[in-house]
């Protein structure tokens, strides 16, 4: 697991960057084939093998590493807009490997000890930003395995995205804009509506400025065509697989 966490975050970085594998191969020093392996975790490489792929990834060796232990603890993060699924079908998800589920806005609160309507009264995005990248990198550093639901903006935060595609495997719930507007009114949250004389419109208008940065992550499951016990167990085999 350690091995295929390392080869994730490595391909995670060069796909940020935007590099082919033979142009980090190349200003690396390492064939093209050794380098497939690595990000498939499916080779053993040496510190300095390493540190020179790190170089050319313009990644500090330690920041890679930071997290993994012997344990092979990791996370799974979920993300898609609000009426995704992400609260419900985490939950499920963890209850079923037994491990901890967390939502992030809420850990974002705590960490701010104030409301998140507190936070954006009083600094706006930019505060729950701050507060949301300090989160993250506490979540990092405990180095537990965790479920994870995110905000649905996380993904406009170029650092905060990055980071967290390099620390956990990422998975996008994602669903018909009507499916999304649907579930959010059976839960009585009303905000999506607020302020708009066509709230499927805006639906639609937002899910479309973020797809391409929410289809970055590693797994795709669609929520409106599996039920919730389907995309769990699609979920599972996903977070046990050795990738």
Not at 25 to 44: H, I, P, T, Y
Not at 87 to 100: F, K, M, N, P
Not at 119 to 125: D, H, L, R, T
Not at 144 to 153: E, F, H, R, W
Request: proline share 2%; hydrophobic share 40%; net charge neutral.
């Amino acid at each position: 697991m350690l091995l295929s966490t390392l080869g994730q975050r490595l391909r995670s970085r060069r796909k940020e960057l935007q590099y082919s594998q033979a142009k980090v191969a190349k200003r690396s020093g390492v064939s093209l084939r050794f380098l497939a392996d690595v990000e498939m975790g499916r080779s053993n490489i040496s510190i300095l093998r390493l540190a020179e792929i790190c170089a050319a990834l313009q990644i500090p060796l330690a920041e890679l590493l930071r997290g993994l232990g012997s344990n092979g603890a990791q996370m799974l993060a979920l993300v898609g807009m609000r009426g995704a699924g992400k609260s419900t079908i985490g939950r499920a998800l963890a209850a079923d490997l037994q491990i901890t589920f967390l939502e992030l806005d809420q850990l974002i609160a705590e960490e701010a000890q104030m409301p998140l309507s507190e936070i954006f009264s009083m600094g706006g995005m930019a505060l729950y930003r701050e507060y949301e990248s300090t989160t993250l990198q506490k979540l990092f550093e405990s180095g537990k395995p965790i479920i994870l639901a995110t905000g649905g903006s996380l993904v406009l935060d170029v650092q905060n995205w990055s980071r967290l595609r390099g620390y956990a495997r990422t998975v996008w719930l994602r669903c018909a804009p009507e499916v999304y507007l649907e579930r959010v009114r059976e839960q009585g949250d009303w905000r999506p509506m607020q302020g708009y004389s066509d709230a499927l419109e805006e639906v639609k208008t937002i899910l479309h400025e973020r797809e391409k940065l929410y289809a970055q992550s590693d797994l795709i499951v669609d929520t409106d065509s599996n039920n919730i016990r389907e995309s769990v167990l699609q979920l599972k085999e996903f977070f046990q697989s050795d990738i």
